[in-house]
């Protein structure tokens, strides 16, 4: 008779001369996780920055280009205008999407130029638009170029990243980085003001006026709207972790579960 099998066989040492980690594997991320062309959301970010780019080229053609690429908002629409561009061409291609910290300050940027046209910009003086002219009404070419740029690319924008863009790419610690723009582009203001004495309307924002406001009023303003944008930038970051995956899709697994037979 044989001998019974034991229920706790002992643990067998390892072969000497052997490596404990895993091999890495030779097939590709793509051999299982096939990419996917996203042509609707490729069409959606080439329209918005072809629009983008139009309306641009319209206040330039419109105004000093001096003082059309001074302003925020333009600069902003120029640089969601790259970012867009560069989406399209990996959403179409099935490339990985563009880093968080690159989508989300392009996005907050033109929110916050969109913020501060409709809030504090809605009552000042025509003096302060990029293509100023008191003796003269805006043709409609500008007046539609504005309207682009001040409230039809932002909510494209806006759009996009809710409904066209995976969620939880953006990180709390990106937002301190996000805040170095706006801080340079005020010391560029300032000394564009001071650079220019005697221009009309040489400070480009009636809240940033030291004539106005002199320096310390300014400087609150500055501290009031730098911390408004902190406070945009943390929710940013908190609605894409919080909302939901627009673009997820079923995975295939290659099996199908067939009726029981008989």
């Not at 404990?20 to 990419?35: D, G, H, Q």
């Not at 302003?71 to 399209?88: E, G, I, K, P």
């Not at 913020?115 to 003796?135: G, R």
């Not at 560029?188 to 002199?214: M, S």
């Amino acid at each position: 008779m044989t001998a019974p099998i034991p229920r706790d066989l002992p643990d067998l040492p390892a072969l000497p001369g052997t490596a404990s980690s895993l091999l890495p594997s030779p097939v590709p991320a793509t051999a299982v996780v096939p990419r996917v062309r996203r042509p609707l959301a490729a069409a959606y970010r080439m329209l918005t920055a072809v629009a983008a780019l139009t309306a641009v080229t319209i206040t330039l053609l419109r105004g000093s280009p001096a003082r059309v690429l001074s302003d925020f908002a333009v600069q902003s629409t120029l640089f969601l205008a790259l970012v867009l561009l560069m989406s399209a061409r990996r959403a179409w291609s099935a490339r990985h999407p563009l880093p968080g910290s690159l989508a989300g300050a392009a996005l907050l940027y033109t929110l916050l130029a969109f913020l501060v046209h409709h809030t504090l910009l809605a009552d000042a003086a025509p003096a302060y638009a990029p293509t100023a002219d008191a003796t003269h009404p805006a043709p409609w070419p500008t007046s539609a170029a504005d309207l682009v740029i001040h409230t039809v690319v932002p909510l494209a924008a806006l759009l996009d990243w809710l409904l066209l863009s995976p969620p939880g790419r953006m990180r709390l610690r990106q937002t301190a980085p996000w805040l170095l723009y706006p801080l340079v582009y005020l010391i560029f203001v300032l000394a564009r003001g001071e650079l220019l004495p005697g221009t009309p309307a040489r400070y480009l924002y009636p809240f940033l006026d030291v004539d106005q406001h002199g320096y310390r009023g300014v400087l609150g303003n500055a501290l009031l709207l730098g911390l408004a944008l902190y406070a945009l930038a943390v929710l940013l970051v908190a609605l894409d972790h919080a909302r939901p995956n627009p673009v997820r899709r079923r995975r295939e697994t290659g099996f199908r579960l067939q009726p029981p037979v008989g």
